[in-house]
């Protein structure tokens, strides 16, 4: 099983719909998780955190579910804008290194 | 917004050639780290660099690649004797301490080896 794994895609999301995708990982002991977006040949850049107990930011809402071992990232009333690819990427340990996703691509079509 | 600087944007060198990548990490940060991607591919881990030393590094990271925090700010990679399978987008990142605290990247250095 690889360390972090994401679906492809990409996700054809109309404008103004909602979008859902997962990332699964493998190291039970991972403690911080993140979702990052990715535009085309650009770096990374930290959209947010995940928490435990989930958080939302605008119309991004981030679950972690430590007992299957997945997050999700949910993005509502989805703008054009939100074309991207998102990056899953975990830290076992405060300071260790960030693993990454391969990426799920997400592309809103007017 | 503090921000993670990385010179140059874009590099081309000749397969063999030594080439060294800067980047200016954020000033109160005291991890550093460089990743590479190859185009269409996932975001690798290098090295991680901490109190002056080397942390981690991935298996990626053989004997070509070295890593200088020569002064206060700049923060370098080296690549000794470059193979054409080095051509990968290079990003730097710095983090604060403290756990869910993200990964600052740089803007990258396009490395080109022809």
């Excluded at chain 1, 690889?2 to 699964?24: H, S």
């Excluded at chain 2, 397969?15 to 200016?24: A, D, P, S, T, W």
């Excluded at chain 2, 020569?70 to 990003?91: C, Q, V």
């Amino acid at each position: 099983r690889k360390e972090v794994e994401q679906d492809p895609g990409p996700f054809n999301v109309p404008e103004g719909a909602t979008v859902a995708f997962n990332c699964t990982y493998s190291n039970s002991a991972s403690q911080s998780f993140f979702w990052y977006r990715q535009d085309c040949r650009k770096e990374p850049k930290l959209l947010m955190s995940v928490y435990s107990s989930g958080n939302e930011d605008g119309r991004f809402t981030a679950q972690l579910n430590r007992a299957s071992q997945y997050i999700s990232l949910l993005i509502r009333d989805s703008k054009l804008s939100d074309s991207a690819t998102y990056l899953c990427a975990l830290e076992a340990a405060a300071g260790n290194k960030l693993t990454f996703g391969g990426g799920t691509r997400v592309l809103v079509k007017p | 917004e503090p921000e993670v600087t990385q010179t140059p944007s874009h590099q081309v060198t000749q397969m063999g050639q030594e080439v060294i990548l800067r980047c200016v990490p954020i000033s109160n940060h005291l991890y550093f780290y460089w990743y590479r991607q190859i185009l269409g591919q996932k975001v690798e881990f290098l090295v991680s660099f901490y109190n002056n030393e080397i942390s981690e590094k991935s298996e990626i990271f053989d004997d070509q690649f070295s890593v200088e925090r020569p002064d206060g700010s700049n923060f370098t990679l080296k690549i000794r004797s470059t193979k054409l399978e080095d051509s990968a987008m290079y990003f730097c990142a710095s983090k604060s301490t403290g756990m869910n605290y993200g990964y600052t990247f740089g803007s990258g250095t396009r490395l080109t080896v022809v």
